[in-house]
Structures are given as structure tokens and as C-alpha cells.
């Protein structure tokens, strides 16, 4: 079972996104079978902030001096899954997910799904620094948004 942790530092989130918790709850309760992890507490965090921040972020813990739409910070490295697990924390920030501010809900939502199970994916230490484990990583990325687009539409 996965459990996670939801917060917020910027106020725009609100104004798309009535029900955070609800919203990313409901996305991890339509993965697939085997990234449900049943019969085991597995765990994250989940900030919403904003470019501000990810920039900060990314030049403090990757130093990278710019923005980007999410962060992920995998608390260990060893992709073996125990029954209790904390995966670590996922950043994503507004202003890339808003982009561009014209664009409906449907639309906004969906770039929100794709992106955090991009952020979970890397919480399971995928990667895509090589195009072959790109390749693998995009795979995984596509099979798990069929699975929750089905269940939530």
C-alpha cells in the first residue's frame, strides 16, 4: 500500500487543484498491480512549489543553477522494495505544469499525472541518463499513465 504525503508552498496549486491529497491518492491507487505494493507500507512526500523553489533545489542538491518541472530525491538507492519503505520525496513546481496559462484543466491534470509518475519512477531509482534506460524508464512512464487514465476517466 502506498501512502504519501502531500504538501504545498505555493498558493496557485490551490486554485487548480482543489483536492491535493485526494487528486495524488487516487493516481496511486490506479497504478498498476505491481506498483501498488500490496501487503506493504510503502511511503513519500510530495511537495507542490514553484520555479523559485526547484530552481533552489536543483543548484543546492544537483548543482544545476535553473528551474525544471520536478525534483526527486530517492531516500536509498536499492530498488528491493521491503514491507515498510520510505521512497523519499518528489518536488514538482506549478509553473511548468501551467505552462502554457491558457490551457484547461483536463489538460493541466493530465501533465500533472504524467510528470509525478515521471517523479515516482526515479523514487524507484529509473533513470534516463543512458537512452536505453530512457527507453525502459519511458516504457514504465506509459504503462503506469494507461493504468491510472483508464481507472480515473
Known amino acids: 500500500m502506498i ?7 505555493e498558493r496557485a ?12 491518492k487516487n493516481i496511486c491507487k490506479s497504478f498498476p498491480k505491481k506498483y501498488k505494493f500490496s501487503n506493504k ?4 512526500t510530495l511537495l507542490l512549489s514553484n520555479n523559485k523553489k526547484t530552481k533552489k533545489l536543483n543548484k543546492d542538491f544537483r ?13 536509498d538507492e536499492k530498488s528491493k522494495i ?8 518528489i518536488i514538482i513546481s ?12 483536463k ?12 517523479g515516482f519512477l526515479h523514487l524507484l531509482n529509473f533513470d534516463h541518463k ?3 534506460d530512457y527507453k525502459i524508464m519511458l516504457k514504465e512512464e506509459d504503462f503506469i499513465y494507461q493504468s491510472v487514465i483508464s481507472k480515473l476517466n
Open 3 to 9: 501512502s504519501i504525503n502531500v504538501f504545498s508552498d
Open 107 to 118: 489538460i493541466f491534470k493530465d501533465k500533472l499525472i504524467r510528470i509525478f509518475i515521471h
Open 94 to 105: 506549478f509553473n511548468f505544469v501551467d505552462r502554457p496559462r491558457s490551457q484547461n484543466l
Open 41 to 44: 507500507k510503502v511511503s513519500f
Open 13 to 24: 496549486w490551490s486554485k487548480r487543484l482543489k483536492k491535493k491529497e485526494l487528486f495524488f
Open 130 to 132: 543512458k537512452n536505453k
Open 82 to 89: 521491503s514491507k515498510k519503505n520510505y521512497l523519499g520525496d
Open 63 to 75: 548543482n544545476k543553477n535553473r528551474t525544471t518541472d520536478i525534483l526527486s530525491f530517492p531516500f
